[in-house]
């Protein structure tokens, strides 16, 4: 299967704390991406680090690619209740469509 | 928010029975793509519409289709339904110019079940 796989699958942190997820894949990839979804609802994009790039940024959202490895991981900073979600990785394999993983279950205790 | 619509937001129907799913894409997408997400799993990719033709499809039977209009939006049909196509149907526009599926923009999705 060419989909994502997140690790841990299921985080529970404090709020203040760095929460940290893994993301494995199979294949080369044109470009990784990150995607919220809360409560089973649609999916908000996050962030999309490409093939030649190693470390992108956006607000309190850090994600590395190593291509090397076959890996992405994504590190929220300072984390809020609000960030409670499932955070899911899509690798994009240039085929015309997003190769989800089953997501990675974050819980932030106020 | 992104732009994205969909209808109608629940839907339930009974094995056998056939049901379509609109989607309204953002202003300036041709590019519609559909999801399935099962209870606790990914979305997994069905099939991709650009300029109202299919433009790749997934490990989905036949009896999934779709359509695209002139203005974009999109259809998602099933026919004779069966439980397992019980899930939430995601669709996703995305802009010409970032390339056909460079960054994806969902809307809030259609929850099918089926009895």
């Known amino acids: 299967s060419q989909q994502g796989e997140e690790d841990p699958q299921a985080l529970s942190i404090q709020e203040g704390e760095n929460a940290t997820m893994n993301c494995s894949y199979k294949t080369s990839i044109n470009n ?14 996050l962030i999309l680090i490409r093939s030649n790039e190693r470390e992108k940024h956006s607000g ?9 490895k076959k890996s992405s991981s994504l590190l ?4 809020r209740a609000a960030d409670t979600a499932s955070y899911f990785c899509a690798p994009y394999y240039g085929n015309n469509r997003l190769a989800f993983g089953k997501g990675n279950q974050v819980v932030v205790i106020p | 928010e992104t732009g994205v619509t969909q209808s109608p ?10 049901v379509t799913l609109r989607c309204s894409s953002q202003s300036g997408h041709n590019t519609v793509s559909w999801y399935q997400q099962a209870l606790g799993q990914g979305p997994q990719f069905i ?6 033709e299919e433009n790749g499809r997934g490990n989905f ?5 779709g359509l695209q209009f002139p203005n974009y939006s ?3 049909n099933v026919n ?9 149907y995601l669709c996703a526009s995305s802009s010409p110019g970032q390339g056909r599926t460079d960054t994806q923009y969902f809307g809030p999705g259609t929850r099918l079940t089926v009895l």
């Open chain 2, 80 to 88: 004779a339904l069966e439980l397992d196509d019980s899930a939430l």
């Open chain 1, 76 to 79: 929220i900073t300072a984390s």
């Open chain 1, 32 to 45: 990784l991406q990150w995607y919220r979804q809360n409560s089973g609802r649609g999916l908000v994009h």
């Open chain 1, 60 to 68: 309190r959202l850090r994600v590395t690619l190593d291509t090397s």
């Open chain 2, 9 to 18: 937001t629940h839907l339930i129907k009974t094995r056998g029975q056939q």
């Open chain 2, 61 to 65: 039977p036949p009896r999934f289709s």
């Open chain 2, 47 to 52: 099939f991709q519409y650009y300029r109202e």
């Open chain 2, 74 to 76: 999109s259809e998602l």
